[in-house]
């Protein structure tokens, strides 16, 4: 059999190859970009990138009643976006398999809450899989599509991101034959009105319980027995890291998290003297325990809150006089420079924080790289909640300002990318029961593409995945009735900004559209600039733009002027644009040379 | 025996790539292996780390703090964070190239002046411009790859399979200069 090395994320692309599955949508979030990506290598499925997790999720429950295995994938807050249709598709008896992946960020290395949403998995009545290495993920993967259709449920496959990042050993196998089952119409099964709703909690209902009778059986679910003293009840990957911390204590490990055998570990509870539950985040196995009467402690050992690691399950158990020595260190972080995220060199994003933060109005943030536009040294936008939440905020910071007599300018950026996600019915609802005076700018970052999650296209690209979609958002905008629409060029950096801070001043609506693409995903390849320190006046104003390659340096008999590294500059002069005396110049323009890049 | 590798680096500079062929190679090999990469922004010039762990069963791919064999560093402050994590002894490769933080870029502060004093003090250190090599013999972006050749002097493993998974997993008009940049480093003739 062959072997390989895979991450989490591609281990689960080729469990639903192996399963057979044939339809796979998502939108794109961190961990769960690669997923998708990777399914796209089987020409086989049809895999795409929906407009959200709404849209993505409708997708998937399209093809499973249409009678293929299909799949959904999504970061674990696309969840909430999806969870409409979700609350009522799980009412439905199941046709084609049908898996949710959701991605958790335990301690939110890339997400801006850190919700676990196996609480999610419960609420609509789904059986949640919780795999530990890319193995197991894909054996998981295949082994949902089997549980779906024989309990009639959708599955919810939990990952989190560092399963979904971690690569480790996959055996690979063939694909099973896929399935296809005819739709067949029926109104009680497919038609969520009452009264067939009231037909199918029972059905909810009694397959959960089946299922929950079943899950002592389940491989999946396994007991190594060690000693009577102590039972650690866990799943994932806190598994792996309690076994690096003692191979000596008795585990129950949990491939199913719910429903849960709770007669099984009943009888568990009875011959072991305690049971400690590992988990991260919220205590959800615990108290799915405890509401059971079942005795066990958790959360009181570890935190409610980040990952946790080899060192800090250490901790906890030596806390809990489970273990009596430690053997890992706790981690001492050595005071070090902190090092956070930037716009990379030549982003289009870079010139209109820099225009923004000069003109000082308040600015309303929405989701995407311009989200670091809220970071040191800009510091320009003063909210981030969720993604289009720019569009009803900025509505409502507006009537509560004017109502109070405030009325100084409100201005608010949108992507692209967020624009189609969920932007649109903002920008629907923006003019409705507004007087036409209320001043708020519009800055719509239009940078063709989804570029923090890794530069998936937009209904707006010039072209969506190859297949010729491409709405052009100036005509979306027009077509709901805004009239004041400007297209800019925000390399040309006077221009815009004499046009976004005249727009500030003027009352009513007013939309700028900049047009630059990212320029990681559409690469600039200019010559790179530097900095002539004979004329340079150590104003600084080029260092504030804060590009990468940047930097104050101590020239020998000059003193200490600004600098560009070549090898990072991509060229697209825009610190040159902000220099007063003309300081900073084109590579080549005297000399013959090439771009570094 | 198992073999706990650092990983640090600041986003674009092809981490992920590196730890990809340590994992391949790891299997090639006839090891049990685990990675992970904390990618965090990911691309955006923020920090990134990786762990790579290999021997003969493995259950955890993550490294707990001073348990680490040898540190890969593509960028000199990264080189510092991870110290916490590592053995006392360990190996640290470390690239002198310096990518200035937003602090120290505005001049709230200074670029850490305390860096080799501290690696120093905790194990074997081995220096080098992998950047400005790299540069010399064609191109930056394979500094990443001369580092795995200079890594490799302290993980047995073949020279064979290492330019074997080299070349499936870099672009194929830069195959050559990327077998050349582990060579390079491998050797220590740079
Ligand atoms: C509901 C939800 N889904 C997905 C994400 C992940 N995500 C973060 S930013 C972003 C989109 C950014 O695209 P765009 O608005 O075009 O901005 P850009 O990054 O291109 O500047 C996405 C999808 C999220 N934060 N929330
Ligand atoms: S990925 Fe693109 S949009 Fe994001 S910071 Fe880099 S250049 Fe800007
Ligand atoms: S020209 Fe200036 S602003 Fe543009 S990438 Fe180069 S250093 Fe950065
Ligand atoms: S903007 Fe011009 S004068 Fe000011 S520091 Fe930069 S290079 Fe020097």
């Known amino acids: ?597 | 025996m198992t073999k706990n590798i650092l990983l640090a680096a600041v986003g674009g500079q092809g981490l992920v790539l590196a730890t990809g062929i340590l994992a391949e190679v790891a299997l090639r090999a006839g090891l049990d292996v685990k990675t992970n990469d904390v990618i965090g922004l990911s691309q955006r010039g923020g920090k990134i780390m990786g762990s790579v762990v290999m021997g003969d069963k493995i259950h955890s791919p993550n490294i707990a703090p001073q348990q680490g064999d040898i540190l890969i560093a593509f960028e000199a402050l990264e080189a510092k964070r991870m110290l916490p994590y590592l053995k006392d002894g360990a190996i640290i490769i470390k690239n002198d190239y310096e990518m200035a933080p937003s602090l120290v870029q505005q001049e709230k502060r200074e670029y850490d002046p305390d860096i080799d004093s501290l690696l120093d003090g905790k194990g074997e250190v081995i220096r080098l411009d992998a950047t400005a090599i790299a540069k010399r013999i064609g191109h930056p972006a394979v500094a990443n790859i001369l580092m795995l050749g200079v890594a490799a002097r302290y993980i047995e493993i073949e020279d064979e399979i290492w330019h074997q998974v080299i070349q499936e997993h870099v672009p194929p008009k830069s195959i050559e200069l990327n077998l050349e940049a582990f060579d390079l480093g491998k050797a220590g003739t740079y």
């Open chain 1, 1 to 597: 059999m062959e072997k390989r090395v895979i991450t989490g994320n591609q281990a689960i692309a080729r469990g639903f190859y192996e399963a057979g599955g044939r339809v796979a949508a998502s939108y794109p979030g961190s961990p769960t970009v690669e997923l998708l990506e990777a399914i796209k290598d089987y020409p086989e499925i049809y895999a795409e990138f929906s407009t959200n997790e709404k849209v993505a999720l409708e997708v998937a429950i399209g093809a499973s009643m249409g009678g293929v295995r299909s799949l959904c994938s999504m970061k674990h807050v696309g969840v909430n976006i999806a969870m409409d249709p979700l609350m009522t598709f799980t009412q439905t008896p199941i046709s084609g398999g049908f898996v949710l992946v959701t991605g958790d960020d335990p301690g939110m290395s890339s997400s801006q809450n850190e919700q676990d949403n196996r609480i999610l998995g419960k609420f609509a009545n789904m059986p949640i899989l919780d795999p530990s290495d890319a193995q197991e993920a894909k054996d998981m993967t295949k082994l949902a599509f089997d549980l779906s259709e024989q309990y009639l449920r959708p599955v919810m496959l939990r990952i989190t991101s560092r399963l979904c990042h971690s690569r480790s050993i996959v055996r690979l196998e063939e694909p099973t034959e896929p399935i296809y089952k005819p739709f067949v119409p029926d109104t009680a099964s497919y038609c969520m009105l009452p009264p067939y709703t009231y037909e199918a909690q029972h059905r909810m209902k009694d397959k959960m319980a089946e299922l929950a009778q079943a899950a002592a059986d389940l491989d999946i679910n396994r007991l190594e027995h060690r000693s009577d003293e102590v039972l650690i009840i866990t799943s994932g990957l806190m598994y792996h890291n309690l076994r690096s911390v003692s191979d000596e204590i008795s585990v129950y490990k949990l491939g199913l998290v719910y429903p849960l055998p709770i007669d099984y570990i009943k009888q568990l509870a009875e011959k072991y003297q305690r049971i400690i539950v590992l988990e991260e985040m919220m205590p959800f196995i615990e108290d799915e325990l405890k509401i059971h009467g079942i005795a066990c402690e958790g959360k009181n050992l570890f935190s409610f809150t980040g990952e946790l690691n080899i060192e800090d399950i250490e901790l906890g158990l030596l806390e809990g006089g489970v273990l009596t020595e430690a053997k890992y260190a706790q981690l001492r972080p050595i005071e070090t420079t902190p090092r956070a995220p930037l716009f990379c060199a030549g982003c289009p994003h870079r010139p209109v924080f820099d225009i923004l933060k000069k003109t000082k109005a308040i600015t309303i943030g929405d989701i995407g790289c311009y989200s670091m536009g809220l970071l040191y040294p800009f510091e320009v936008l003063k909210t981030n909640i969720s993604m289009g939440a720019s569009l009803g905020m900025v509505k409502g910071m507006r009537k509560a300002m004017d109502m109070n007599g405030d009325h100084q300018p409100l201005v608010a950026v949108i992507g692209d990318g967020t624009f189609f996600h969920s932007g649109l019915s903002g920008f629907a609802n923006l003019q409705y029961q507004m007087s036409g005076e209320e001043n708020i700018t519009y800055l719509v970052l239009d940078n063709s593409t989804t570029a923090m999650t890794g530069g998936q296209p937009t209904s707006g690209s010039k072209s969506m995945d190859g297949a010729g979609q491409s709405i052009l958002l100036d005509d979306v905008l027009k077509s709901m009735g805004f009239t004041d629409i400007q297209r800019i060029d925000q390399f040309k950096y006077k221009q815009a900004a004499q046009i976004i801070g005249d727009a500030i001043k003027r009352p009513g609506i007013k939309i700028i559209i900049t047009s630059r693409p990212c320029a990681l995903h559409f690469k600039i390849r200019e010559p790179h600039f530097y900095v002539d320190p004979k004329i340079c006046i150590a104003c600084r104003s080029c260092i504030r733009t804060n590009c990468p390659p940047l930097r104050m340096k101590e020239y020998e008999g000059i003193g200490l002027k600004s600098s560009i590294d070549p090898a990072q500059c991509v060229g697209c002069s825009i610190c040159a644009q902000v220099c007063p005396v003309n300081a900073i110049k084109r590579f080549g323009d005297e000399a013959k040379g090439g771009s570094d890049d």
